[in-house]
T-cell receptor, first 115, second 113 residues
Framework: SAVISQKPSRDICQRGTSLTIQCQVD?????MFWYRQQPGQSLTLIAT?????????ESGFVIDKFPISRPNLTFSTLTVSNMSPEDSSIYLC????????????FGAGSRLTVL | GQSLEQPSEVTAVEGAIVQINCTYQ??????LSWYQQHDGGAPTFLSY????GLEETGRFSSFLSRSDSYGYLLLQELQMKDSASYFC??????????????FGQGTELSVKP
């Protein structure tokens, strides 16, 4: 399965600032998925990032708040803009495994705390 | 849209068997998956059922009944290291792109000595 490197692994941020999370995959993938996991909660899909096109955002998530870049088939970034304490979460990127569309491989996550 | 329901927490003792149920409502069903997540770790894939029946992988088995919109994860010979959160997930199709995974709320399993 793919190996995903995510950084930063954790950060403490001030209200009103923005932070960009990077996700690097060791193989070329068509789709990358960004999830959010709030403390003690499930994984919620933020958006699907395709190389060469605009990301597709889920209901409740907008590009102005979570801009995504996908410059090539191995890399993506997610920016959390104008952060508030409610954005304190773990942000995870993921890709499909070679076993098929039902198998996702996740990065280790970026744990953000907004003060 | 999709919705999945699973118990919020389950407690069992070492060596026992535990079953974590998942019921789902979906407009388009493409299989039920299970993921394990240890505290502070990333979710990892455990099992997938695309058709009715039982899939076995070592101590873990997963079952699906599409007619009942129901599945479960069965963990046998529980070990302390099995203490984790377990998520069921269904795939929702996105046009022709193969779909996105929607996760249940997770079941926190505590294994006691």
């Amino acid at each position: 399965s793919a190996v995903i490197s995510q950084k930063p692994s954790r950060d403490i941020c001030q209200r009103g600032t923005s932070l960009t999370i990077q996700c690097q995959v060791d193989s070329q993938v068509t789709m990358m998925f960004w999830y959010r996991q709030q403390p003690g909660q499930s994984l919620t899909l933020i958006a699907t990032a395709n190389q060469g096109s605009e990301a597709t955002y889920e209901s409740g998530f907008v590009i102005d708040k979570f801009p995504i870049s996908r410059p090539n088939l191995t890399f993506s970034t997610l920016t959390v803009s104008n952060m508030s304490p409610e954005d304190s979460s773990i942000y995870l990127c993921s890709v499909r495994g070679i076993s098929g569309a039902n198998v996702l491989t996740f990065g280790a996550g970026s744990r953000l705390t907004v003060l | 849209g999709q919705s999945l329901e699973q118990p919020s927490e389950v407690t069992a003792v070492e060596g026992a068997i535990v079953q974590i149920n998942c019921t789902y409502q979906t407009s388009g069903f493409y299989g039920l998956s299970w993921y394990q997540q240890h505290d502070g770790g990333a979710p990892t894939f455990l099992s997938y059922n695309g058709l009715d029946g039982l899939e076995e992988t070592g101590r873990f088995s997963s079952f699906l009944s599409r007619s009942d919109s129901y599945g479960y994860l069965l963990l046998q010979e529980l070990q302390m290291k099995d203490s984790a959160s377990y998520f069921c997930a269904v795939r929702e199709k996105i046009y022709n792109q193969g779909g996105k995974l929607i996760f249940g709320q997770g079941t926190e399993l505590s294994v006691k000595p």
